[in-house]
């Protein structure tokens, strides 16, 4: 952020890989693996020199290789764990009903997002994976805006202008960025300046959609929303989500920096928030960053959860600090 480094997207373009966007996905893959092992050298030799300046880039690089993949992707969608299948480049819907041109509710320089980040330039676009009943920007995720549709060179062109002025980060959110990894990968090929990715998102995403962040994302700024599946399923049609949420969450802190949001939830502290504070503290260790968030207000169709009807009362937020002391952890800010 202070420019020390070159931002990981712009390591990953120097890195060259032979490749088809007609090979077999299968061999797309292999080499996939092959240049992110490359570009974990690179990165390192980079890193060690201490300088902001980039190597020079390659053509095609690994950064292309994604774009490809993911473009591949599209085409039977794999970014979310529900894998519908469609085919969104030839106008086919998923559970998103989202298509293949990125839509753009608003872009704008964000100061209320975790200290470190701010000023972020935030990118809200349209569309969700879930139905949270409480979501705090339905008209956003389930698409009630119809959002403006955006080419990549667009939104790049505005996110270089807001990093010249002071912008620490590109932050993609929404919404959740997943159901357009594929537009956000094309941005990153076209942005000329150096500033971190930030990857915004409710942290259900699928395997595939985590190889192609391997690398390519700076920080992961996540979700940690439900403790056990039946609350996940139930709030927001989420199926399979704590497999799938710590699956994601210790890939992030394997490949990135990573920052953990847990919006707490009235009445779901001993069924949620308490299995994901021992959970992070025995697999992600006490030190990794926390923001416990007690921004919580009844919004949507919220009333259709009884227990969530009202706002988190003055002992639910004392004792949500005081469990998180309790699991030792030593780096959390509410």
């Known amino acids: 952020m202070e420019n020390r480094l070159p931002a990981r997207f712009r390591v990953m373009k120097a890195v060259s890989v032979d490749f088809s966007p007609d090979d077999p996905l299968k061999d797309l893959w292999h080499k996939h693996d092959q240049a992110l092992s490359e570009f974990v050298k690179l990165d390192q030799e980079v890193c060690e020199r201490g300088k902001p300046e980039a ?68 990118v809200f676009t349209i569309g969700c994976n879930l139905r949270c ?9 389930q698409r009630f805006e119809s959002g403006t549709p955006y080419t990549p060179r667009e939104i790049a062109f505005m996110v270089d202008k807001a990093r010249r002025e002071g912008c620490r980060n590109l932050n993609m959110v929404g919404g959740d960025p997943t159901p357009w990894l594929h537009a956000w990968l094309e941005v990153s090929k076209y942005l000329k300046t150096n500033i971190p990715l930030v990857w915004n998102s409710n942290s259900y995403y699928s395997e595939e959609t985590a190889k192609l962040l391997a690398g390519w994302i700076d920080v992961y700024l996540l979700d940690f929303k439900y403790g056990n599946d039946t609350c996940a399923k139930r709030i927001s049609d989420a199926p399979g989500y704590w ?40 697999n992600l260790g006490r030190d990794v960053r926390v923001n416990i968030m007690f921004q919580y207000r009844p919004e ?35």
């Open 55 to 122: 190597p020079d880039p390659a053509s095609p690089s690994l950064l292309d290789l994604k774009h490809a993949i993911a473009l591949r992707l599209l085409e039977s969608c794999r970014f979310c764990p529900r894998y519908c299948g469609v085919n969104r480049r030839a106008g086919q819907r998923g559970y998103c009903q989202l298509g293949d041109q990125i839509l753009v509710s608003t872009a704008f320089d964000h100061w209320g997002e975790e200290p470190e980040l701010v000023p972020s330039f935030t």
């Open 133 to 141: 009943l409480h979501c705090q920007n339905w008209t956003i995720s």
């Open 243 to 282: 497999e799938v949420c710590t699956r994601n969450h210790l890939i992030a802190k394997k490949w990135g920096e990573l920052i953990i949001r847990i919006l707490v939830l009235p009445q779901h502290l001993d069924c949620c928030l308490v299995p994901i504070l021992e959970w992070i503290a025995n």
């Open 300 to 334: 949507w169709r919220a009333h259709e959860i009884p227990e969530l009807r009202r706002r988190l009362t003055r002992q639910e937020m004392q004792r949500a600090v005081e469990e998180a002391k309790r699991v030792g952890l030593t780096n959390y800010i509410t």
